[in-house]
């Protein structure tokens, strides 16, 4: 005890005994000596205390991530990062995550959802173990968005030694046959080339627990069922599943009931589809007018410092508006789906270090594309669903920062307009004469007449290019096809749209402040008024006597039809007068939108919902006051009354998988209806004619079924492990060549299964061979001895030859 007290003595020292400290390293000093003696005697907790104590010095508010509990390696990296305060979808997800809970997310494009999923993960996974294989799979739809995740875990995980394996289509499968044979920690993939590596390498994943989607309603809309329902069923029963999402449709309520357990619904969405920071802006002009207008924007409007990405329709938009810019001194680069993936990396690093302010895309870079530092967004061609403009508009206002939304709208686009603002929840307000904006978000207006001009001037050059010219006419051809498959606005709004073109005077958007000119305000007059005018006379009865045949027939006619004409000039005229603001004034879209029905089958499906408390209780609190009284002439009764579609039709039609059209074979496959003969006779006369249906096959050299001859035969399918049946194209044996190349089965007969235990041997593995098959794959016979064979074989030598001298030796006589 005298020895254990002594050497208490000598570690209790003070600062006061360190010669040559200042008062603030004589501080740090004793606030270390503090923790020591609180009993943190790990560096690992040691450090972490530190940098917590680090940011609470800062005034941090409560909550952060020094809150969460994480380790020092996982916290030390969010920080490097940059990350400071946790987003709303990262304050309610980590925590459940963290608590083993299967989540899905639903919170709009720049939330910070791929976070939200990667801090849990490496909290979970720590460090690297030697042997165990893949414990984390990360599925996205696009070759982008998983690069861009890709990039996420190597910053955020750059002081974990976990090792991470990409398996993207569009790669060398050898590279990632290689991969997966170094077992990583982490894999990201795409589930089309996800699903042909397991099913070559016959891989069992039974090791993975952490799996999350990534865009899960990307991954059903480019049609991957197929392959998440295969990789599911690969996967172990005690998986922990995560679904995250910017929006989340009621086909994936289905998929979440098959593969998640007792889930936990995160919708943060409910309330703002889009940052309070996103100015939007609609500008009404002609289809052609489009380019001028474009290029007055990227001069004029925006600073030199802003970047932009303009989305076109097409990838021969892409080429041709690129063309332009470039006539226009316009440095800019491009990203279209079918561009070489060399040159599309090169374009978006070229972007992304500010070496060009202007990118054009398709919408391939919708999603996948990450660009933080977005400063506007410009819609050349407006998209048709709702969805697709918030994913569009979604890569600007991102991280606290303000960005701006460009619409450029033609006359045939405003029934998408006015759908995208039923799907928002917001009414549209159309730009007045005379009247000031001080802010003008939401506005839609006309361009100014003047700068179509002043641009359409300088655009005369296209002309004389023949480059230019030619690109122009496979856009113009390309826009033709782009608008037979473009999904068609509702029927509503379609109406709407074309008593708005016909009643309403749209002025000029505020961005186009004339200020003292007043020759765009009596140009629009003017041509309002020769649309308007409408002669009182018709041809017929022009310069026609009182005996003409068509006067006495038009002035009949007049007369018969003046009662629905006025009617309709009166339901103009009533129209006109009220106020555009209230005309499409539409239902706020609060949390309480959502139908009983739905309510219901949410909870069925989800064990517990996190909805933003304090904005419902806002918006009942708005309800409360905006309540009237029933009158005897509403005969709807909110509680009784049912209505022919449901609340949220507008915004569950903007979130729908697909573009809106029904498929027609499949539905007319789903009510074919083959009816047997009622005789023995019309049976049998059935059966020969199917067996009369036969082709000569040139390949197989025999007769065949009709319909499975030609380039309608069905393609070869091989079935699964699941039971499912998949194209053969999945198993080329390109994984046993490549074993055979890299001469990976002469070293190690044991079999690979991808779960970390390649010592493992499969069933009927040992099985005994015969004939060819036994010959081909057996194993060539070592030449090499042991000393026991060896030494057999000189014996029986040496008796060979004491034989041999015996028989020499001549025979005695008798």
């Not at 690969?234 to 098959?258: G, H, I, N, Y």
Request: hydrophobic letters at 35%; one cysteine or more.
């Amino acid at each position: 005890m005298d020895a254990l007290s002594e050497s208490e003595d000598d570690t209790d020292i003070t600062i006061d005994e360190v010669p040559g400290t200042n008062k603030k390293t004589q501080n740090d000093v004793n606030e270390l000596l503090s923790i020591l003696d609180d009993g943190y005697t790990s560096e690992a907790e040691l450090n972490t205390r530190k940098l917590v104590t680090q940011m609470n010095r800062k005034k941090k508010k409560s909550g952060g991530f020094q809150s969460m509990g994480l380790s020092h390696s996982v916290f030390k990296g969010v920080i490097r990062k940059g990350y400071k305060v946790p987003t709303p979808i990262q304050r309610k997800c980590i925590p459940l995550i963290l608590s083993d809970k299967d989540v899905v997310a639903m919170a709009r494009t720049g939330s910070g959802k791929t976070a939200a999923f990667l801090i849990p993960m490496f909290e979970k996974l720590q460090g690297a173990q030697s042997g165990a294989g893949a414990r984390a799979l990360l599925l996205s739809p696009t070759r982008e968005l998983a690069l861009q995740t890709l990039k996420f875990v190597k910053e955020l995980g750059r002081f974990t030694s976990l090792r991470t394996a990409c398996i993207l289509g569009g790669d060398s499968m050898d590279e990632q046959f290689s991969a997966m044979h170094e077992n990583p920690d982490v894999t990201i993939a795409t589930p089309g080339r996800l699903m042909h590596v397991l099913i070559e390498m016959e891989l069992r994943l039974s090791n993975i627990h952490y799996v999350v989607f990534d865009e899960a309603d990307r991954l059903f809309e480019l049609g991957f069922q197929e392959q998440l329902h295969e990789v599911l069923h690969r996967l172990p029963d005690d998986r922990q599943t995560l679904l995250f999402s910017a929006t989340l449709p009621k086909q994936l309520v289905e998929f979440a009931k098959a593969g998640l357990n007792d889930p936990t619904l995160v919708r943060l969405d409910l309330d703002s589809k889009l940052s309070d920071q996103l100015k939007l802006a609609f500008l009404h002009l002609r289809e052609d007018d489009k380019l001028p207008a474009l290029i007055h924007l990227l001069r004029n409007v925006f600073k030199e410092t802003e970047q932009t990405v303009v989305f076109v329709s097409t990838k021969h938009h892409v080429e041709f508006v690129k063309d332009v810019l470039k006539l226009f001194s316009i440095n800019c680069s491009y990203v279209y789906s079918s561009l070489d993936h060399t040159a599309r990396k090169i374009n978006i690093a070229k972007f992304r270090n500010k070496k060009t302010m202007v990118l054009i895309v398709t919408d391939v870079a919708a999603r996948g594309l990450d660009i933080p530092m977005l400063d506007n967004v410009i819609n050349f061609s407006f998209p048709a669903k709702s969805k697709l403009f918030v994913h569009r508009v979604g890569r600007v206002a991102r991280a606290g920062r303000t960005g701006t939304a460009y619409s450029l709208v033609c006359p045939e686009e405003l029934a998408y307009v006015i759908d995208l603002h039923l799907f928002l929840g917001r009414p549209l307000n159309f730009a007045k004469t005379g009247q000031t904006y001080q802010a003008w978000d939401n506005v839609y207006g006309r361009v100014s007449q003047r700068i179509i001009d002043e641009e359409q001037a300088a655009l005369q050059n296209i002309k004389n290019n023949s480059d230019l010219q030619a690109l122009l006419k496979v856009a113009q051809n390309a826009y033709k096809q782009y608008l037979k498959s473009r999904p068609a606005a509702s029927s509503e709004s379609i109406k709407r749209s074309r008593e708005i073109l016909q009643s309403t005077n749209i002025a000029l958007h505020p961005i186009y402040d004339e200020s003292g000119d007043t020759s765009e305000e009596a140009r629009l007059e003017l041509l309002s008024s020769v649309r308007k005018y409408k002669p009182n006379s018709t041809i017929f009865e022009i310069g026609a006597t009182a005996k003409s045949t068509g006067s006495y027939v038009m002035k009949k006619t007049r007369k018969r039809h003046v009662k629905f004409v006025e009617k309709h000039q009166q339901k103009l005229r009533k129209l006109a007068e009220k106020d555009e603001v209230s005309a499409l004034q539409v239902k706020e879209n609060i949390p309480e939108v959502v139908n009983e029905e739905e309510e219901e089958d949410l909870k069925n499906t989800f064990s517990k919902i996190v909805r933003p408390t304090n904005n419902i209780r806002e918006f009942t609190e708005m309800k409360k006051k905006k309540k009237k009284k029933r009158t005897a002439k509403d005969f709807k009764d909110s509680e009784f009354y049912i209505d022919y579609k449901p609340k949220d039709h507008n915004t569950e039609a903007g979130l729908s998988i697909g573009n809106g059209r029904t498929n027609f074979a499949k539905e007319a496959s789903n009510v074919t209806l083959d009816l047997i003969g009622d005789e023995d006779k019309t049976t049998r006369q059935l059966r020969q004619q199917k067996m009369q249906r036969k082709v000569w096959d040139r390949k197989k050299k025999r007769f065949v079924n009709a319909q499975d001859a030609g380039p309608t035969a069905p393609k070869k399918k091989i079935r699964t492990e699941s039971g499912a049946l998949i194209s053969s194209t999945y198993k080329k044996n390109i994984y046993q060549e490549w074993k055979k190349k890299t001469k990976l089965a002469d070293r190690d007969e044991e079999v690979y299964t991808g779960d970390g235990t390649s010592g493992r041997w499969r069933a009927g593995q040992n099985r005994r061979l015969s004939g060819k098959q036994q010959n081909s794959n057996s194993k060539i016979k070592s030449e090499l001895k042991r000393p026991e064979q060896i030494l057999k074989q000189r014996k029986l030598q040496a008796q060979k030859k004491k034989n041999q001298q015996k028989r020499r030796k001549p025979k005695g006589r008798r």
